[in-house]
Structures are given as structure tokens and as C-alpha cells.
């Protein structure tokens, strides 16, 4: 009988799915022809001799989705290899919108409806049967032993991050930039939305024009409030609600304005690397998933001996100062929300410094 496999798996792939799982239970059950051997001759994946018809029809659709559909046409993008399933539930117990348990079988029927591509059940599967065709299943690679740190270590590593204004004129090489860079994806986001997007700048040029801009621009809002804070201070005005931020803007003008005038660069210290980190404002945590990731990418640069800051002033002039946005241009519809200057650093702390604790109530 395998030459009725193909045909009747190509007859499969036309069929409404419920007609299939019906005419497959009657086709398996009935005649007892279709053998195991058979099955795994074709797909590399058998079925486990002792299986319900509900569990055939499952396995001969995982053999459709893996090896008769193009990619686009995949009917569950996750699919279980029933000669590994060991049927202990935990892709169940994590995932139950994909993942169900019926009688003695985990069917899996995943598509974007329930599934968001976190690859836990791929993680979690103690068998490794579970094959994931959204994701790249080479990439997936095993924890032997947990990575443990020593908690007074890790600590020490915070404490000794700090924001770095002076770098050497050694570049970064470009496999160090593309390690970041592929770290960061790494880093979590919202739903696991997975739509930060980095902009590295090395061009010199191009950086001082960025930096030349975002002066620009707060040279434009300090002036504007510098004139309010006089009308308040005559009391032609009423003290607003953002006083301090008004403030706090008119001291950056004067101090961008000074380092301007001495030729200096205010805003990206003459860093060697821009990195701007950018994603659809559609997102639900776009700022967070911005700031993981920058976040994620500093603290790791620190073990290649580099060092960042972040540069929020040309974050917050890019949400509103049109000209920067032009020099940006980033793709429609995105906005930068995290930016860090990266380079190697010219002075070495010596101590870590103290902090005011974090107010924090217990309930
Ligand atoms: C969100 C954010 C935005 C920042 N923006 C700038 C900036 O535009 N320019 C700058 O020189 N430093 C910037 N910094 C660095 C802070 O001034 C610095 O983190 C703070 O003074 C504490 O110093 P430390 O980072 O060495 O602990 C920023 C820091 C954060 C967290
Ligand atoms: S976690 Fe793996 S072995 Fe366990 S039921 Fe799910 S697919 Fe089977
Ligand atoms: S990748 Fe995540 S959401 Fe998708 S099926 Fe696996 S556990 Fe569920």
C-alpha cells in the first residue's frame, strides 16, 4: 500500500480539515492497512502504535504540514512528533490557547491567534518534539547548566556602569557592533512584538549633523520658554505646572549654546557610534522595548570594554522637531525611543557612586 500514501495525503492537502479528519479515521481504523512504517516512510515522523484515530489523523497532518505545504500554507505552525511525545503535558500546562489535551494525545493547533512566536514550548519540551515552523528551529540551541552569577558580582557590574562622555578615536569594529546588535534581539518585548529597529550612525558627518539639530531645536523651545519664565516672573503669567521642566530647558540651551560656540559637540560628546534605537508607534511598550534593548546592548558592551551613555536629548527632540525627523527618516509610522553613544572609553572610575535609595512601600 505507501503508493496510496502520497496520493491520499495530496488528496488531504484539498479537503476541508474536519471531512479529512473524518475519512482519515475510517480510512486508518477500518481497513488497517496503512502501516507505521509507512507513515514514517514518507515524513520521518512515525506514530506510536498504541494511538487513538484521533491521534493518526493529528500525526498524518503534522506529516502534511512538514513536508506537503509551502510555508504560508502551514495549518498549525507548531506540529508534535508523536515518536518523541511523551505526553507529560508541559506545553499544555504553558501554552494552553495552542496546546490541548485530549484523552491520552497533546494536539497542538497554533496560528496567530494563540500563538505570539515566544518559542516556550519549543524551550520547555523535554523530548524536543515539538518543531516550530515559524521560528528557526537551528536556533534553538540547549542549557546544560544554567549560567549562575554571583549575586555581589553581578551587583558590583551595576554599580560599575556609568555614563561615559570621553572616548578614544579608536572606532568599534564592525563584528562587535553586529554582536550587539544581534544580542538585543535576545532582549524582551511587549507581547513579544519583536519591532525594535537600531540605526547605527559612524559617519562623521552625519553624527555632527544630528547633533547640530537637536541643538537646533532646543535652542528654539529654551528661547520660547526663557521668554515665558520672564512674563511669570513679572506676574503677567500664571505659574504653570512645568515649571521645572521650562527651567530645566532654558539651562540646557544655555549650556549647548556655550559648548556650541567653543566648537564642541553637545550632544554626542564625539562619540564614535550613534545608536538609535526606533520602532512603529503602534506598538503597545514601543518606549520599553526601546529602552530593554538599549539598555540590554549597553550593559553587554561593558564586557567588550566598551562604554555608552544614553543621549535622551535627541530622543526628545525627535518627537516633534521636524527637521531632525527629515535627517532621520526613518520608515513611516516609526519614532526614535532610545538612543546610546558607544565608544571606548578615555577615563577610568575609580569608585562607584552613591545614590539616593529607591522610595519604595511595601504592602
Ligand atoms: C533616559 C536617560 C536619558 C539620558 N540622556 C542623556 C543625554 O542626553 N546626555 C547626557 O550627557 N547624559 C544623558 N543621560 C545620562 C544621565 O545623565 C546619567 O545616567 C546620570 O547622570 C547618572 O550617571 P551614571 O549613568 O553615570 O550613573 C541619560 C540617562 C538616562 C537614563
Ligand atoms: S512538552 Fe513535549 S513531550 Fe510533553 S506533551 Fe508536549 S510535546 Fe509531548
Ligand atoms: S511559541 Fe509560545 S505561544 Fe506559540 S505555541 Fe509555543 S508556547 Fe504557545
Known amino acids: 500500500m505507501p503508493f496510496l500514501c502520497p496520493l491520499f495525503l495530496a488528496i488531504q492537502c484539498r479537503m476541508n480539515y474536519l471531512l479529512t479528519i473524518f475519512i482519515e479515521s475510517l480510512f486508518f481504523v477500518s481497513l488497517k492497512l496503512f502501516t507505521v512504517e509507512s507513515l514514517s516512510g514518507i515524513s520521518g515522523i512515525s506514530c506510536k502504535s498504541n494511538l487513538s484515530p484521533a491521534c493518526w489523523s493529528q500525526a498524518a497532518r503534522i506529516d502534511v504540514d512538514c513536508f506537503l505545504f509551502d510555508e504560508e500554507d502551514v495549518m498549525s505552525w507548531v506540529s508534535i512528533d508523536y515518536d518523541k511525545c511523551t505526553n507529560c503535558c ?4 504553558r501554552c494552553e490557547r495552542c496546546f490541548t489535551q485530549k484523552k491520552d494525545t497533546v494536539t497542538a493547533q497554533a496560528d496567530e491567534n494563540c500563538c505570539n512566536l515566544c518559542g516556550h514550548c519549543v524551550s520547555l519540551c523535554p523530548t524536543g518534539a515539538i518543531v516550530h515552523h515559524k521560528m528557526d528551529m537551528g536556533n534553538f540551541p540547549g542549557i546544560d547548566e544554567p549560567i549562575t552569577y554571583k549575586t555581589e558580582q553581578f551587583i558590583q557590574f551595576i554599580r560599575e556602569r556609568r555614563s561615559h562622555r570621553h572616548f578614544t578615536k579608536k572606532n568599534i569594529p564592525r563584528n562587535l557592533l553586529e554582536q550587539l546588535i544581534d544580542a538585543v534581539r535576545y532582549a524582551p518585548t511587549g507581547s513579544n512584538d519583536q519591532n525594535v529597529e537600531i540605526m547605527i550612525v559612524e559617519n562623521p558627518e552625519r553624527i555632527r549633523r544630528l547633533s547640530e539639530l537637536t541643538v537646533d531645536y532646543f535652542d528654539r523651545v529654551g ?21 521645572s521642566l521650562m527651567e530645566k530647558f532654558v539651562r540646557y540651551r544655555e549650556r549647548m549654546l556655550l559648548a556650541r560656540g567653543k566648537g564642541l559637540d553637545a550632544i554626542f560628546y564625539n562619540a564614535p557610534a550613534v545608536i538609535i534605537f526606533h520602532s512603529t508607534i503602534y506598538g503597545t511598550t514601543a518606549k520599553d522595548n526601546c529602552v530593554i534593548a538599549s539598555t540590554t546592548m549597553g550593559l553587554l558592551a561593558r564586557t567588550m570594554g566598551l562604554e555608552t551613555t544614553y543621549i535622551g536629548l535627541l530622543e526628545i527632540a525627535a518627537r516633534s522637531y521636524q527637521p531632525l525627523i527629515e535627517e532621520l527618516s526613518l520608515p513611516k509610522g516609526n519614532r526614535v525611543f532610545s538612543v546610546l553613544i558607544a565608544g571606548y572609553p578615555k577615563l577610568r572610575y575609580l569608585r562607584t557612586v552613591d545614590r539616593r535609595p529607591i522610595k519604595t512601600r511595601w504592602e
Request: aromatic content about 4%.
Open 223 to 243: 528661547a520660547a520658554y526663557a521668554e515665558q519664565l520672564e512674563r511669570i516672573h513679572k506676574g503677567d503669567e500664571e505659574i504653570p505646572q512645568n515649571l
Open 90 to 93: 508541559i506545553c499544555v500546562l
